[in-house]
């Protein structure tokens, strides 16, 4: 039997997602948080981010995304966008816009931000507000004007899910006249508190396959105006996504308390041992840090996914989906059609009797 | 984009200090041949052709118009891809 060469090791990390604060004004039904958040008292000083930066950079990470909760919750934000920069990151930050002021965001840019993002959660007020969890929807939009004044790169991010995947095209149109220069479509991925509302947000699957058009069009109709991408539901499909590029490949994720991640989910695999960045330099987490090594290479694989060549692309897949879905980190990740455990899926993907939202606290 | 078209980098777009990577929101262009070189004179001011001219004193040997061709369809593709904004 010829089993496909082990997979090649990974080259230098690319991207540090820095979850600065878990404190959030908005409580969104598809919050990917972890359900249990970190408490503001745990949080990390400016001199400890400071020095995971240079750390971050000095390994060859290249981008560094601000996230939370909400960042404009930390005083220090303008210090860590400059730490950020001067360590050579490219900085990027996600964010809700509330608590943002132009004074603020003057001071942000000036500090050295070079990309914000803010997502939207539908066209209508009331709909969109009822999502987040809190009034959002008309800050946000009273934002985008401020923003495009200044010289930063802007993406709008909309999220989707069976709440209001129908109306697409007209979400779309909402974030062309607000002139971003990205536009994310992003589907709900079912973790952290968005699992708990798997029921509510799912889309049917005739929904998603009327959207596949509407974005191909909006993708065409906008070529070098604004770039369009699209991120669809693995649930949907055939093969698992090559999630966070690999396990251990790509991508560390520093939570607010300095624990550092794999993925933002990680933490719901039993056993998993977290470093903290308080303990231990990046370089040392990244290459000895137990979480990390965890599904590195093949040698935890099925046989099945040892066997197969798509191991190269997908990794095998994500393994807290896996888990979450088989109650076995190791096991194939159930989107995949080799899974014994594809049916799931399938369960999955029809309509569902109306369900209550959950909200989170 | 013209040979008298002043493209400069998008906002949130800029060149790694030291790499031939151009760095752009949520990604990385690899640079290939000139094209660092290329995107480090864009300043909103030089035309294209002034790049053009500029490659073509530093490099011999080189025929002017295939060099203004080749610079048009990298700038071209960068355009579309959103990391280039372009003037008059």
């Known amino acids: 039997m010829t089993s496909p060469a082990a997979i090649s090791t990974p080259r230098s990390p690319l991207s540090l997602i820095a979850e600065v604060t878990h404190r959030c004004p908005l409580h969104c039904l598809y919050c990917s948080n972890p359900l249990e958040m970190q408490r503001a008292e745990a949080e990390l000083t400016t001199e400890d981010w400071t020095r995971v930066f240079k750390q971050a950079a000095e390994m060859g990470f290249l981008h560094l995304h601000l996230t939370g909760g909400e960042p404009l919750a930390r005083r220090d934000l303008p210090e860590l966008i400059r730490a950020g920069r001067e360590a050579g990151l490219y900085v990027n930050m996600i964010t809700s816009g509330v608590g943002m002021t132009e004074e603020r965001l003057a001071g942000l840019v000036e500090a050295g931000l070079e990309h914000l993002q803010l997502s939207f959660q539908d066209i209508e007020e009331a709909s969109a507000n009822h999502i ?16 495009k004044r200044y010289p930063l790169a802007f993406t709008i991010n909309l999220v989707v899910h069976r709440m209001n995947l129908d109306h697409l095209e007209e979400f779309i149109a909402l974030a062309e006249d607000l002139h971003p220069d990205r536009l994310e479509i992003a589907h709900v991925q079912y ?92 370089e040392w987490i990244w290459k000895c840090s137990s979480a990390f090594n965890r599904f590195r290479g093949d040698d935890w694989m099925s046989p099945t996914c040892q066997a197969c060549p798509r191991k190269e692309k997908d990794f095998g897949g994500c393994r807290c989906q896996a888990f979450l879905m088989t109650g076995d980190p190791n096991a194939i990740d159930p989107v995949c059609s080799l899974s014994p455990d594809h049916d799931l899926l399938k369960d999955l993907r029809v309509s569902k009797p109306e369900v209550l939202p959950i909200w989170r606290g | 984009m013209e040979l008298n078209s002043t493209p400069r980098l998008a906002p949130g777009c800029r060149l790694h200090p030291t790499d031939s990577v151009l760095l752009i929101p949520e990604g990385t262009l690899n640079l290939t041949g000139p094209s660092r070189e290329i995107l480090s004179m864009l300043d909103g001011k030089r035309t294209v052709s002034d790049v053009v001219t500029a490659l073509v004193q530093q490099y011999e040997d080189v025929d002017e118009k295939e060099i203004g061709e080749d610079v048009l369809s990298l700038l071209n593709r960068l355009q579309q891809r959103g990391v280039l904004r372009v003037g008059a």
């Open chain 1, 132 to 147: 987040a969890g809190t009034r959002a929807h008309a800050i946000k939009l009273a934002l985008v004007p401020v923003l």
């Open chain 1, 191 to 282: 973790y952290g508190w968005a699992l708990k509302n798997r029921a509510l947000l799912m889309p049917t699957e005739e929904q998603v396959e009327r959207s596949i058009p509407i974005v191909e069009a909006a993708k065409e109709r906008l070529r070098g105006k604004i770039h369009v991408e699209a991120v669809f539901p693995d649930y949907f499909g055939s093969f698992p996504k090559a999630c966070v590029g690999g396990w251990g490949r790509q991508m560390m994720l520093i939570d607010p308390a300095g624990q550092a991640l794999p993925c933002h989910s990680a933490a719901v695999i039993p056993g998993m041992v977290f470093d903290n960045v308080r303990e231990h330099d990046l």
